[in-house]
């Protein structure tokens, strides 16, 4: 079997695997040149077809990371384009306005102050028409919508059918990767994730059995990858990008330095039993 794997979210990527090996992977801004580079990865999965020789007739199965990702994201592209100052101004601009003021704002007014990032050259992405789709439309009704023109786009691309075209959970996606390329994966294991969040969730708790996995619980208010990415923020770095700066200073630090934030990370969030609860103790983390 070959599978085309697509990842177009921020590092957006391609991938060719045939009967479970790894034939060629290659990220977007290796081709593009620009840095964490999100949405359709055009050229990467082109460039991987061209590495293993194999045409798109060939395929059997494309395989999409995320089934309800932020397609406005993709167009915009913060990951790839923001400043620290856009970074503050979405801060400051979008999210104290819905967190703590409480106004009815949507995405669409979120793609709306940072569009102009993109330039002309965004009504030449292939996600373009969602703009189009979803006028008119409940923010709920986004995901299906994006979905299907993701299967329309690669249709065109490579002509293959929807009916092989399969989306997977964004937190699945991780897990499966965590498990099965462990050397470390035993009969029965723990899997865990914790991000900024991803389809559903900010973090998961599932076991795995004979290769099976079974999630026991999720919840989408574990604030510790949104911390890590303001935290970055607040150091004057980039979110998304810079996080393992950070990590890489942790060890420098001291219970004299690390005293009293500790003592604030740990108001968030709370580990009771098998889940981890969200203590409400800040309305919005960048003004806390």
């Given at each position: 079997?070959?599978?085309?794997?697509?990842?177009?979210?921020?590092?957006?990527?391609?991938?060719?695997?045939?009967?479970?090996?790894l034939l060629?992977?290659?990220?977007?801004?290796?081709?593009?040149?620009?840095?964490?580079?999100?949405?359709?990865?055009?050229?990467?999965?082109?460039?991987?077809?061209?590495?293993?020789?194999?045409?798109?007739?060939?395929?059997?199965?494309?395989?999409?990371?995320?089934?309800?990702?932020?397609?406005?994201?993709?167009?915009?592209?913060?990951?790839?384009?923001?400043?620290?100052?856009?970074?503050?101004?979405?801060?400051?601009?979008?999210?104290?306005?819905?967190?703590?003021?409480?106004?009815?704002?949507?995405?669409?007014?979120?793609f709306n102050?940072?569009?102009?990032?993109?330039?002309?050259?965004?009504?030449?992405?292939?996600?373009?028409?969602?703009?189009?789709?979803?006028?008119?439309?409940?923010?709920k009704e986004?995901?299906?919508?994006?979905?299907?023109?993701?299967?329309?786009?690669?249709?065109?691309?490579?002509?293959?059918?929807?009916?092989?075209?399969?989306?997977?959970?964004?937190?699945?996606?991780?897990?499966?990767?965590?498990?099965?390329?462990?050397?470390?994966?035993?009969?029965?294991?723990?899997?865990?994730?914790?991000?900024?969040?991803?389809?559903?969730?900010?973090?998961?708790?599932?076991?795995?059995?004979?290769?099976?996995?079974?999630?026991?619980?999720?919840?989408?208010?574990?604030?510790?990858?949104?911390?890590?990415?303001?935290?970055?923020?607040?150091?004057?770095?980039?979110?998304?990008?810079?996080?393992?700066?950070?990590?890489?200073?942790?060890?420098?630090?001291?219970?004299?330095?690390?005293?009293?934030?500790?003592?604030?990370?740990?108001?968030?969030?709370?580990?009771?039993?098998?889940?981890?609860?969200?203590?409400?103790?800040?309305?919005?983390?960048?003004?806390?």
């Amino acid at each position: 079997m070959i599978i085309l794997g697509i990842g177009d979210s921020h590092e957006a990527h391609a991938c060719i695997v045939q009967d479970g090996q790894l034939l060629a992977a290659i990220a977007e801004e290796r081709l593009t040149r620009l840095k964490s580079d999100t949405g359709y990865p055009k050229r990467s999965i082109e460039r991987v077809l061209k590495i293993t020789g194999i045409s798109p007739q060939e395929i059997d199965v494309v395989a999409f990371a995320g089934t309800s990702g932020n397609a406005l994201k993709r167009l915009y592209k913060p990951q790839a384009l923001f400043s620290v100052c856009d970074w503050i101004k979405q801060c400051e601009k979008f999210w104290k306005p819905v967190l703590i003021e409480k106004k009815p704002l949507t995405p669409v007014d979120d793609f709306n102050m940072f569009k102009y990032l993109r330039g002309e050259e965004l009504a030449d992405d292939p996600y373009y028409p969602f703009i189009e789709r979803i006028n008119g439309k409940s923010p709920k009704e986004y995901p299906a919508i994006f979905s299907n023109l993701r299967k329309e786009v690669i249709k065109q691309h490579l002509n293959i059918s929807p009916g092989n075209i399969y989306l997977y959970r964004h937190e699945d996606c991780h897990k499966a990767y965590g498990y099965y390329s462990s050397p470390f994966n035993t009969e029965k294991s723990l899997v865990f994730t914790i991000e900024g969040g991803g389809d559903d969730s900010s973090a998961s708790v599932s076991t795995v059995e004979k290769e099976n996995i079974t999630e026991h619980w999720k919840s989408n208010s574990v604030q510790l990858g949104r911390l890590y990415r303001f935290v970055t923020l607040l150091l004057g770095m980039l979110p998304c990008q810079h996080e393992y700066k950070v990590m890489g200073l942790a060890p420098y630090g001291t219970e004299y330095h690390g005293k009293r934030s500790l003592e604030v990370f740990r108001k968030i969030n709370t580990v009771a039993g098998n889940e981890i609860h969200d203590n409400k103790a800040f309305p919005d983390l960048y003004y806390s």
